[in-house]
């Protein structure tokens, strides 16, 4: 399971606040998941880390367990509005929002904004969040990727014999790929 400094933060700080929920969903590009998809992995969240708000959720799965159905985007937002409310306090995390494709992207935006929690989203820079987000904080931690890249990229060379091998002595050509390996990774 992914592990993030933020989660485990807020799950010390908060881990006997039976008032405060925390869920999270980590992003990753080559995972196509929907906003009902996301919304319904809050609900399972809650669920297992509150058993208490299992009387909120059981008519809605009950009633989708019997027809073999799922829970729609709309239905699945009314049960988190109902649930937050049970708490003193919500947290959402969203890692790595850029990628999810673009057209879900907004949609899951304005849904979230919808839930009156305290986000924390993490992406690359992105225009279209400034429109939905016009309140939000952004903090740009360009800098420190551009450190975690090489070192990433020094680690890979010294991990492969035959291009350790093959960039002895060639300092120039050692040079030249971690820039062109820079510049290709656009910041991630």
């Known amino acids: 399971m992914f592990r993030s400094i933020v989660i485990d933060h807020l799950q010390t700080a908060f881990s006997t606040a039976q008032d405060i929920a925390i869920v999270f969903a980590y992003c990753r590009y080559t995972d196509r998941y929907s906003v009902a998809d996301i919304l319904v992995s809050f609900v399972k969240q809650l669920a297992e880390r509150h058993p208490s708000i299992l ?7 009950t009633h989708h367990w019997k027809e073999a159905t799922r829970p729609g985007q709309q239905e699945l937002l009314e049960l988190l509005h109902k649930l937050f409310g049970l708490f003193k306090k919500a947290f959402i ?3 790595a929002l850029d990628e999810v494709s673009d057209d879900t992207r907004g949609d899951l935006l304005k849904r979230l904004l919808s839930l009156q929690a305290s986000l924390l989203l993490t992406s690359r820079p992105l225009d279209s969040f400034k429109h939905l987000l016009p309140d939000a904080v952004y903090i740009h931690v360009e800098s420190q990727n551009h450190k975690d890249i090489e070192l990433y990229i020094d680690e890979k060379i010294l991990e492969t014999d035959r291009l350790t091998t093959l960039l002895r002595g060639n300092e120039a050509l050692g040079k030249q790929i971690r820039t062109k390996l820079k510049e290709n990774s656009k910041g991630m």
């Open 93 to 95: 995390v969203i890692d």
């Open 55 to 61: 009387p909120s959720i059981e008519p809605m799965y």
